[in-house]
C-alpha cells in the first residue's frame, strides 16, 4: 500500500470512494459542492497500485483552546474500500498524518466521528460534548428570567460573514472547542440554502438582537408532515447571546413561531443557561447528550503549554501513545494561572496520574474532568487529590462547545 498526496486530478476517485463507504449517490450539485470543499483541504490516499483504496481529508482549521487559537486539522471523508479495510490502511494514513502534523509543529486534530468505536485506539478522546433538547412550543415558553425586550430582526443568511460573524467569532474567546469560520465556512457549510440531511427544512433563517449584535440564533423550519407523524417543527442550529436576557428572548422567539409547535436544537451545550431559565423542564427537555468534538493531542506538551490555566498546579502526569511515542513517559506539568502558560517537561519522578493520550485529548479543553475518569477506572490516580488539581487547572469558566459538525 502506498500512502500519498492525493492530487486534484483524483479528487472524483476519493469521491466516489467515499459514496461507496458512506452508501450514497449524491446529484451533481452536492459532488460539486464536495468538490470544492476538499479542494483546499490536505488530502492523503491508500493506493494499492493506480487503485485508490483509503482516503483522509483535512481541512486547515484553526480551533479555540482555553486562552488562545491553535492550528487544527479537521479530518473528514474517512474512508477505506470494502475491499481493503481492517488490513490497516487507516492506521497508515493516520500515521501519515502524525508524521506530518509534527513536522510542521501542528499539536493537534479534531474530527467528528461516525461511529464511537473507531477513534479512540487513534489517541482521539471526546473533548466536547452537545446536548439534544426538544421545546413543547404549543404553550408560551416559561421563563424564569424577564428576556431582552429590544426588537429582533432578521438578517440574510449572505450577509451573516459580515453581521453576525464578529459576534460568532467573540464568542470563541469563551468556549474553546469552536472553529474560526470564514466566508466559505459560513456560505457552504453552515447556512447552505438545502440542508444536508433533510430537504424538507427550510432555507436556513438567522434572527438577531441588538445593533451591535447581543446575539442571534439560526434556525429551520418544516411544517407538519401528518402522514410521517412528524410536527411543526423549528430545528435549531445555533444560539449565542451576550446576555441571559439575549438568550431568553431567542429562546422565547424560537418557541413562538406560527404554525409550528415543537423546536428541536441538537448541539447545545451542557451548561446552556435555558436549562437553568427554563421555568417548566417538562417544557424543555434534554432527549439525548453525544460527544461532539474529538481531539487528539498530537504533541501534547505543545498544547499544555498553549492554553490558559484557571490555578496553579504542579503534577508528574505518566502518558501512554502507542502511536505517537515522543508523547510517552513521565512529564512534570507546572501551570502558572497569572502568567498564563504553563511548563511541561521530562522527569524521572513518579507519576501523580497514569492516562492514556486519548484521555487527555478528552480533558485538555475543561469539558470531562479527571475525576471522572478516575471513578470509571480509566486514569490511575497514585497521589491523592491530584484529579482534583489537575480538574481546578484545567477548569474553563464556560465548558467547551463545538457547532460545526464537518
Ligand atoms: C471523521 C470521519 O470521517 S468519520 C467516518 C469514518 N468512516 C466510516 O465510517 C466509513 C466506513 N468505514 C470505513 O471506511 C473503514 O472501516 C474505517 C475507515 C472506519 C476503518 O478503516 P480500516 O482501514 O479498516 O481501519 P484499520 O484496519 O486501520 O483499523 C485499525 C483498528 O481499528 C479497528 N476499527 C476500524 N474500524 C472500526 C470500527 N468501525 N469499529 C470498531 N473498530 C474499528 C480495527 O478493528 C483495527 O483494530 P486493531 O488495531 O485492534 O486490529
Redesign the pocket.
Known sequence: MDIRDVPEAHLDRALDL?YL??HERPEEEKRKHHRELLMPCERIG?YDGETLV?F??AHRFTLSVPGGDLPCPG????????T???????????AELYARCTERAVPIAA?????D???G??GFGPATQGASVEIDSRRPLALRIDPDERPLRLIDPADAPATVGPFYESTRAHRAGRIARDQERWSGEWLPDEDEEDDALSPPRIVALGDPIAGYAVYRTKGENEDAGTPALVRVDEVEAETPAVAAALWRYLASIDLTDTVRAWGRPLDDPLFLFAADRDQVKVTGVNPAL?VRLIDVGAVLTARSWAVRAELVLEVRDNRIPANSGRFRLTTDAAAGGARYEPTVDPADLALDVRDLGACCLGGTRVVDLVAAGLVEEHAPGSAEEFDHALRTARLPHTDDE?
Open positions: 467515499a463507504v458512506f491508500a483509503g483522509v481529508a479530518l473528514t471523508f474517512v474512508s477505506v474500500a470494502p481493503h479495510r481492517r488490513r490497516g490502511v487507516l492506521s497508515a494514513m493516520l474530527l467528528w466521528a461516525s461511529e468505536a473507531i477513534y485506539r487513534f474529538w464537518f
